[in-house]
Nanobody, 121 residues
Framework: QVQLVESGGGLVQAGGSLRLSCAAS????????MAWHRQAPGKQRELVAS???????NQADSAKGRFTISRDNAKNTLYLQMNSLKPEDTAVYYC???????????????WGQGTQVTVSS
């Protein structure tokens, strides 16, 4: 089994910054694709940004220019640096990872439990 644990959420004023972390642990041979999603009250969960094992990234339009996704493969940790935060960024942020637990096994999808980000105006 694999566990994803997010941290770094909190309350921040508009224009401020936060850095989210997602640490993966357990039976991990390799982690292919990792991503951050968020879900605001009453809304569907949406992709914020993703990163592949080669470091290539993809971001939602709402995140471009403000958020930066990165990963430390040696630590099996995913990050999201969020700058210039807006009240509309308020949501629970979830980490997602596609993990291979053994060299011969397939990929399995895991989600973290989420971390609350609240941006006040």
């Amino acid at each position: 089994q694999v566990q994803l644990v997010e941290s770094g959420g909190g309350l921040v004023q508009a224009g401020g910054s936060l850095r989210l972390s997602c640490a993966a642990s357990g039976r991990i041979f390799s982690i292919n694709h990792m991503a951050w999603h968020r879900q605001a009250p009453g809304k569907q969960r949406e992709l914020v940004a993703s990163i592949n094992s080669d470091g290539s990234t993809n971001q939602a339009d709402s995140a471009k220019g403000r958020f930066t996704i990165s990963r430390d493969n040696a630590k099996n940790t995913l990050y999201l640096q969020m700058n210039s935060l807006k009240p509309e960024d308020t949501a629970v942020y979830y980490c997602r990872a596609l993990v291979k637990s053994t060299a011969w096994g397939g990929l399995n999808l895991y989600w973290g439990q989420g971390t609350q980000v609240t941006v006040s105006s």
